[in-house]
């Protein structure tokens, strides 16, 4: 039996209202409640990151200061004494990388994989702000980026939601229709070039003070090795999650047993889905390439989650 939609959804296009939706649910994860993380499966293993400190100002050496906060320019010039004062930074900043390029724009049942990614990338950013915490976005399509800093103001939120809406609705009137998958009769969707990751990394540093917690949305069709390793110098001073988003289809299972024609958008097949062999080529093309994104994970030591696009968003994460 099939789920029923969430509100204002049509399971393709998008509209603020029904990421605005959600809201209102985030009261399921506040503590002292799970965390969205500890309900999904996956890798859990990235460190996390304390609060940082920052700097309030500089005062005459009090009995009791750490010798180590002694802020030794001032004292050669006053020729007495200070120390360097900190306070603790209550607020943390969270950057959601959404991939909007045309492997996303696909779905056998429920939803596109690409609205299911703009409604836990809605989850998270609410989330974070009841937290009294910052959220910025970087929207990727695959040639361009737009940018939201992190903030803890609702607009700048809101901003960033609407710019998702307005780019995922043009590019779904853009995009070809994606191949099911790249080992069945269809060319593999061209990876995103390394001359983009350089940029990329910068961008993602650019805006990420440290210890942000970066979480990268995306199918990984089109990450390459070398696009994989763009993020890795960012985990070293930041919490680093990775969300895998997949429709069930690519995992061989469907209920119809009939012929259909399948495109990446450059090329035209018959795929025959009442095949065993076929579905067991779907199967294994998926789980090679989860099993190799996760060895990635597990090796750099960042978060690996999984999210299907043909079940409900909230019975996953609740």
Request: aromatic content about 8%.
């Amino acid at each position: 039996m099939t789920p029923s939609l969430p509100p204002h959804t049509d399971g393709a296009t998008l509209n603020l209202n029904e990421l605005v939706y959600y809201q209102s649910q985030t009261v399921r994860w506040l503590p002292p409640a799970r965390s969205v993380w500890s309900r999904l499966a996956g890798l859990h293993h990235s460190r996390q990151q304390g609060r940082g400190m920052d700097f309030a100002e500089v005062r005459q050496y009090q009995p009791g200061d750490d010798i180590r906060s002694i802020d030794w320019r001032v004292t050669a010039r006053t020729g007495k004494t200070h120390t360097k004062l900190f306070t603790e930074d209550k607020q943390r900043s969270v950057l959601i990388y959404l991939d909007l390029t045309p492997s996303l724009f696909f779905g056998s049942c429920y939803v596109l994989k690409s609205v299911q990614m703009a409604h836990f990338a809605a989850v998270l950013a609410w989330l974070t702000l009841a937290n009294k915490d910052c959220v910025g976005f970087l929207i990727d399509n695959g040639q361009q980026q737009w940018e939201f800093k992190p903030s803890a103001l609702t607009k700048r939120a809101l901003s960033g939601l609407a710019t998702l809406v307005e780019l995922h609705n043009r590019q779904l009137n853009q995009a070809p229709k994606p191949a099911l998958n790249r080992e069945v009769n269809a060319a593999q969707s061209a990876p995103l070039s390394s001359s983009n990751s350089l940029p990329l990394t910068e961008k993602l540093q650019r805006l990420c003070p440290k210890g942000t917690e970066i979480i990268v949305l995306s199918d990984f069709a089109c990450f390459d090795a070398t696009m994989l390793e763009a993020f890795s110098p960012l985990r070293h001073h930041n919490t680093l999650r990775f969300v895998q988003l997949f429709d069930p289809l690519e995992q061989g299972q469907t209920r119809f047993r009939g012929r259909a024609r399948v495109t990446d958008g450059h090329e035209t097949h018959w795929f025959d889905f009442g095949s065993k062999n076929n579905k067991s080529l779907l199967m294994a093309a998926f789980e090679q390439h989860s099993a190799q994104l996760k060895q990635h994970c597990l090796s750099q030591g960042i978060d690996f989650h999984t999210i299907s696009s043909g079940q409900a968003l909230l019975d996953q994460i609740n």
